[in-house]
Nanobody
Framework: QVQLVESGGGLVQAGGSLRLSCVAS????????MGWYRQAPGKQRELVAA???????NYADSVKDRFTISRDNAKNTVYLQMNSLKPEDTAVYYC?????????WGQGTQVTVSS
């Protein structure tokens, strides 16, 4: 069964930090590209950060220098370290895995940043 399970969301004050985790099963994790997306109420889902199978990363301009994506292939897990959080980072965060034309999504985890 192909599955991505996110954890680590919650409520945090502006300026605080959170680390999201996404554990994958049923996919060949080590050769899959992984990403974190987010969707705020009334807005489209947007890419936050992505990491290729060889560790190359890219980030949305809005989170550069604040967020860091990483992966641990031994644990089939991708992480998103979020520092200096802002109220505008409030959203449901989704993990995504892709291999060729195939994609899989997690169920999402809520991140709420209070001012």
């Amino acid at each position: 069964q192909v599955q991505l399970v996110e954890s680590g969301g919650g409520l945090v004050q502006a300026g605080g930090s959170l680390r999201l985790s996404c554990v994958a099963s049923g996919i060949i994790f080590r050769i899959s590209a992984m990403g974190w997306y987010r969707q705020a109420p009334g807005k489209q889902r947007e890419l936050v950060a992505a990491i290729t199978s060889i560790g190359s990363t890219n980030y949305a301009d809005s989170v550069k220098d604040r967020f860091t994506i990483s992966r641990d292939n031994a644990k089939n897990t991708v992480y998103l370290q979020m520092n200096s959080l802002k109220p505008e980072d409030t959203a449901v965060y989704y993990c995504n895995g892709s291999l060729g034309a195939s994609q899989v999504w997690g169920q999402g985890t809520q991140v709420t940043v209070s001012s």
